[in-house]
């Protein structure tokens, strides 16, 4: 019995051992400081674990350079998972092969180089079968909007970027790239998987995707990227959320929530499309869902509900094409299957001829003109459900006269529609609730069969996973049966030690009596709060810094008078600063401003809401600088006079598409002598496919205002898609004109007054300067 009992002790140590063993064969490395990481990375050999040690790692440029194999991979990763912080001037390159980063937190800092993660140390030393796993990247942003970046840029092949979260790019450059320079990049069959991309604010111009496949001059080369399992919140960067690029690649069940874009086949040949979710509110018109440029796309199994964009962000947009097309323009669409697919709720469903420039031709050059329709291209056994009937299934910018419609069964509440002989088949559906967001139609007609194109029995399963083998069903779901995938459970998605859900705080309000505690409590205070200043007159002489999100009001009877120095702002709007403005009366000296962005390093947007509020005596009501941004500007209820300036954001003056605001919204407010600038938005570069800024400027008055505008225009609002005057009043403006419009885009007026202040003219097609 002893000998027994000597012998199991002696296995268990072996065991124990044994476990050790697997632990420690892979020779963890606790490293403290940079030089330490060099050395470790410089000895590294395949299994090492180099292990960083909890805490701050300022200013830190990670060369992660070795030969690791398949199943012994060289891994640096972070001591306990979201506990080590890259901050400052920091970034990460590798180059070699079989390499793992993971834990990492990249925050309150920016790179030092063109990308903050790059797959190659130079363009000779690329990585291969390396990967970024269980990392975040949060408002990594350069301190310039127009200083361009790639949090994550690929080279080489087989790299993946999985069980990330990344958020809050705003300056430019796409937040994730895969680039093909090189043959040592082409068939890269790189995976973009099981991320969770968190909200990219607007940008206010191109250049701000979330994720860009190839560029332009890449674009006939084959890549074979794979994006699938991702989660896309609220990603609004611009017009584009995935911009394909080349060929081959794959975009397979992700989720696109509340994203204001599309994915597009922008240039490349031979996307598939597959099993995707585009989420909207059915208000905001700006969640797209899927653009189509090029040739032979698959897009399959993809489920689109309550999306309200229309033209280049409808749920289905087919663009023209241009003629001989030049690489990075626009090439024709041909020899693409659209299939299998439910649209619930949505209000413009299929547009064809999105792009269609023909009407300007007069004023771009001939290979700017879209004309060259879609051709053999298939839409087949796809299921629309209206709550509310649509005049219009297709609509029709050109004809789609080069596209076979088959089998599509469409419940719109009874309302005719053009149906393509045949090919689109109304009838009478059912919504059965999967989930909040789910909602599938059922009840198809028995006697509609299903169209077999060329290559359908390759359409092989549903968005769900069901076999569609023998399977009669049409749109995105096989039968009627439906389990809940909980699309919209975050934990399945991004790095697992780290959530983007914020607690809501009840805003605290801080009361003023004196002036000189105003910039202390304004330091003091919490996003959200509020800064209530009592009744009275107080003397400011230092720009009060606004970076933070916070309310500044009074009861009304309280007045701010700067006394600040020339060119200086009362209130100083900084990055992340969001102030809004209530009751106040707000006085210059003439020289000094009211509100401002900084001159430089704007490395986050700004906010402005004034109301109920008078300003008098500033040189600029709002000056905004170059390089700053601000997703709404918005004056209503106010009134603005004896002013030298008033809302300037006209210093995007490159001509890329920028611009300094999305929204510039002025409302029920008054306007008296001032002399220029009165309302001055500029955007330059004729691009097609951004479709803002907005102007609104409505219920208000200006009188004698515009009496040192050199152009003589009260509004320049040069190249701003979207604008709106309606319902004003123009009284003694010494000017030729108080607007010119840009017909061919989205700018209108109605019902405004206008005594002897000139006139408000249209202009169908404005000469712009060409982007590219």
Same mark, same amino acid.
């Given at each position: 019995?002893?000998?027994?009992?000597?012998?199991?002790?002696f296995l268990l140590m072996l065991l124990s051992c044994?476990?050790?063993?697997?632990?420690?064969?892979?020779?963890?490395?606790?490293?403290?400081?940079?030089?330490?990481?060099?050395?470790?990375?410089?000895?590294?050999?395949?299994?090492?674990?180099?292990?960083?040690?909890?805490?701050?790692?300022?200013?830190?440029?990670?060369?992660?350079?070795?030969?690791?194999?398949?199943?012994?991979?060289?891994?640096?990763?972070?001591?306990?998972?979201?506990?080590?912080?890259?901050?400052?001037?920091?970034?990460?390159?590798?180059?070699?092969?079989?390499?793992?980063?993971?834990?990492?937190?990249?925050?309150?800092?920016?790179?030092?180089?063109?990308?903050?993660?790059?797959?190659?140390?130079?363009?000779?030393?690329?990585?291969?079968?390396?990967?970024?796993?269980?990392?975040?990247?949060?408002?990594?942003?350069?301190?310039?909007?127009?200083?361009?970046?790639?949090?994550?840029?690929?080279?080489?092949?087989?790299?993946?970027?999985?069980?990330?979260?990344?958020?809050?790019?705003?300056?430019?450059?796409?937040?994730?790239?895969?680039?093909?320079?090189?043959?040592?990049?082409?068939?890269?069959?790189?995976?973009?998987?099981?991320?969770?991309?968190?909200?990219?604010?607007?940008?206010?111009?191109?250049?701000?995707?979330?994720?860009?496949?190839?560029?332009?001059?890449?674009?006939?080369?084959?890549?074979?990227?794979?994006?699938?399992?991702?989660?896309?919140?609220?990603?609004?960067?611009?017009?584009?959320?995935?911009?394909?690029?080349?060929?081959?690649?794959?975009?397979?069940?992700?989720?696109?929530?509340?994203?204001?874009?599309?994915?597009?086949?922008?240039?490349?040949?031979?996307?598939?499309?597959?099993?995707?979710?585009?989420?909207?509110?059915?208000?905001?018109?700006?969640?797209?869902?899927?653009?189509?440029?090029?040739?032979?796309?698959?897009?399959?199994?993809?489920?689109?509900?309550?999306?309200?964009?229309?033209?280049?962000?409808?749920?289905?947009?087919?663009?023209?094409?241009?003629?001989?097309?030049?690489?990075?323009?626009?090439?024709?669409?041909?020899?693409?299957?659209?299939?299998?697919?439910?649209?619930?709720?949505?209000?413009?469903?299929?547009?064809?001829?999105?792009?269609?420039?023909?009407?300007?031709?007069?004023?771009?050059?001939?290979?700017?003109?879209?004309?060259?329709?879609?051709?053999?291209?298939?839409?087949?056994?796809?299921?629309?459900?209206?709550?509310?009937?649509?005049k219009h299934i297709v609509i029709e910018n050109d004809?789609?006269?080069?596209?076979?419609?088959?089998?599509?069964?469409?419940?719109?509440?009874?309302?005719?529609?053009?149906?393509?002989?045949?090919?689109?088949?109304?009838?009478?559906?059912?919504?059965?609730?999967?989930?909040?967001?789910?909602?599938?139609?059922?009840?198809?007609?028995?006697?509609?069969?299903?169209?077999?194109?060329?290559?359908?029995?390759?359409?092989?399963?549903?968005?769900?996973?069901?076999?569609?083998?023998?399977?009669?069903?049409?749109?995105?779901?096989?039968?009627?049966?439906?389990?809940?995938?909980?699309?919209?459970?975050?934990?399945?998605?991004?790095?697992?030690?780290?959530?983007?859900?914020?607690?809501?705080?009840?805003?605290?309000?801080?009361?003023?009596?004196?002036?000189?505690?105003?910039?202390?409590?304004?330091?003091?205070?919490?996003?959200?709060?509020?800064?209530?200043?009592?009744?009275?007159?107080?003397?400011?002489?230092?720009?009060?810094?606004?970076?933070?999100?916070?309310?500044?009001?009074?009861?009304?009877?309280?007045?701010?008078?700067?006394?600040?120095?020339?060119?200086?702002?009362?209130?100083?709007?900084?990055?992340?600063?969001?102030?809004?403005?209530?009751?106040?009366?707000?006085?210059?000296?003439?020289?000094?401003?009211?509100?401002?962005?900084?001159?430089?390093?704007?490395?986050?947007?700004?906010?402005?809401?004034?109301?109920?509020?008078?300003?008098?005596?500033?040189?600029?009501?709002?000056?905004?600088?170059?390089?700053?941004?601000?997703?709404?500007?918005?004056?209503?209820?106010? %009134?603005? %006079?004896?002013?030298?300036?008033?809302?300037?954001?006209?210093?995007?003056?490159?001509?890329?598409?920028?611009?300094?605001?999305?929204?510039?919204?002025?409302?029920?407010?008054?306007?008296?002598?001032?002399?220029?600038?009165?309302?001055?938005?500029?955007?330059?570069?004729?691009?097609?496919?951004?479709?803002?800024?907005?102007?609104?400027?409505?219920?208000?008055?200006?009188?004698?205002?515009?009496?040192?505008?050199k152009n003589k225009r009260l509004f320049n609002h040069?190249?701003?898609?979207?604008?709106?005057?309606?319902?004003?009043?123009?009284?003694?403006?010494?000017?030729?004109?108080?607007?010119?419009?840009?017909?061919?885009?989205?700018?209108?007026?109605?019902?405004?007054?206008?005594?002897?202040?000139?006139?408000?003219?249209?202009?169908?097609?404005?000469?712009?300067?060409?982007?590219?």
């Amino acid at each position: 019995m002893k000998k027994f009992l000597l012998v199991i002790g002696f296995l268990l140590m072996l065991l124990s051992c044994g476990k050790k063993t697997e632990i420690n064969t892979n020779s963890d490395q606790l490293i403290s400081n940079p030089k330490e990481l060099n050395e470790a990375i410089k000895n590294a050999q395949p299994g090492d674990h180099i292990v960083l040690k909890n805490g701050v790692w300022r200013d830190v440029e990670i060369k992660f350079t070795g030969q690791g194999t398949k199943d012994n991979p060289i891994i640096i990763k972070a001591e306990t998972e979201g506990k080590v912080y890259i901050e400052g001037v920091s970034n990460l390159a590798f180059g070699g092969e079989y390499l793992e980063v993971s834990g990492l937190h990249f925050r309150n800092g920016y790179s030092p180089t063109e990308n903050v993660i790059a797959f190659r140390l130079d363009k000779n030393t690329v990585a291969n079968h390396c990967k970024v796993t269980n990392c975040v990247i949060v408002d990594f942003n350069k301190l310039q909007r127009d200083d361009d970046d790639l949090w994550v840029q690929f080279y080489g092949r087989h790299n993946e970027l999985s069980h990330c979260y990344i958020a809050g790019k705003t300056n430019g450059g796409p937040t994730v790239r895969v680039d093909l320079k090189g043959v040592q990049s082409i068939r890269n069959y790189h995976k973009i998987t099981n991320n969770h991309f968190g909200p990219r604010p607007r940008k206010g111009g191109a250049r701000g995707e979330t994720i860009q496949l190839g560029s332009s001059f890449t674009s006939m080369s084959p890549s074979n990227t794979t994006i699938a399992n991702n989660l896309f919140e609220e990603c609004n960067g611009e017009v584009e959320i995935i911009s394909s690029k080349t060929n081959n690649n794959i975009i397979k069940n992700n989720v696109f929530y509340k994203s204001e874009g599309s994915v597009v086949t922008r240039h490349g040949n031979y996307v598939t499309i597959d099993g995707n979710y585009f989420i909207g509110d059915g208000e905001n018109e700006n969640y797209g869902g899927i653009r189509i440029i090029n040739t032979g796309h698959w897009v399959t199994n993809n489920y689109f509900f309550n999306l309200k964009g229309n033209s280049f962000r409808s749920p289905l947009a087919v663009m023209n094409g241009i003629p001989k097309s030049p690489i990075n323009r626009y090439n024709q669409v041909t020899d693409v299957v659209v299939a299998y697919n439910t649209f619930v709720n949505c209000s413009s469903p299929w547009q064809f001829g999105v792009g269609t420039n023909i009407s300007q031709a007069d004023v771009l050059p001939k290979s700017e003109i879209r004309s060259a329709r879609a051709i053999r291209t298939t839409f087949a056994n796809n299921v629309i459900y209206n709550k509310k009937g649509l005049k219009h299934i297709v609509i029709e910018n050109d004809k789609a006269d080069g596209v076979l419609f088959k089998s599509n069964v469409v419940d719109n509440k009874g309302v005719p529609f053009k149906d393509f002989d045949g090919g689109i088949i109304p009838a009478s559906l059912e919504l059965k609730e999967v989930s909040e967001n789910i909602m599938i139609p059922v009840g198809v007609p028995t006697e509609v069969e299903i169209y077999n194109g060329f290559d359908f029995e390759t359409i092989k399963n549903d968005l769900f996973g069901n076999s569609r083998t023998n399977s009669k069903s049409l749109g995105a779901v096989v039968g009627v049966d439906f389990n809940n995938p909980h699309i919209l459970d975050k934990t399945k998605y991004g790095a697992s030690w780290y959530s983007n859900v914020i607690e809501t705080k009840d805003p605290v309000t801080h009361t003023i009596t004196k002036a000189e505690d105003l910039q202390p409590t304004i330091d003091a205070a919490h996003d959200g709060d509020i800064i209530a200043i009592a009744d009275g007159s107080y003397s400011i002489s230092q720009s009060l810094k606004i970076a933070k999100t916070l309310t500044i009001q009074s009861d009304g009877d309280t007045e701010l008078i700067f006394t600040g120095a020339s060119k200086t702002p009362l209130f100083s709007l900084q990055p992340r600063g969001k102030l809004t403005v209530k009751s106040l009366k707000l006085k210059g000296d003439g020289s000094n401003y009211a509100f401002a962005s900084l001159k430089k390093n704007m490395s986050n947007h700004f906010g402005l809401m004034v109301s109920n509020t008078e300003i008098n005596d500033f040189n600029y009501v709002l000056k905004v600088y170059k390089q700053s941004f601000s997703e709404r500007i918005t004056f209503e209820n106010t %009134s603005i %006079s004896n002013c030298e300036n008033g809302i300037e954001l006209s210093e995007e003056t490159n001509d890329r598409g920028d611009y300094n605001t999305e929204y510039l919204t002025i409302n029920n407010c008054n306007f008296n002598n001032v002399k220029q600038n009165v309302v001055d938005y500029y955007r330059g570069g004729y691009d097609e496919s951004t479709i803002g800024g907005n102007l609104l400027i409505a219920n208000s008055t200006f009188t004698n205002c515009g009496a040192k505008e050199k152009n003589k225009r009260l509004f320049n609002h040069n190249g701003i898609v979207n604008v709106n005057i309606t319902n004003n009043t123009f009284k003694n403006n010494p000017v030729k004109f108080v607007s010119i419009l840009w017909g061919a885009k989205n700018n209108e007026e109605s019902e405004n007054i206008l005594i002897n202040s000139g006139e408000i003219k249209t202009e169908e097609n404005l000469v712009m300067t060409l982007m590219y």
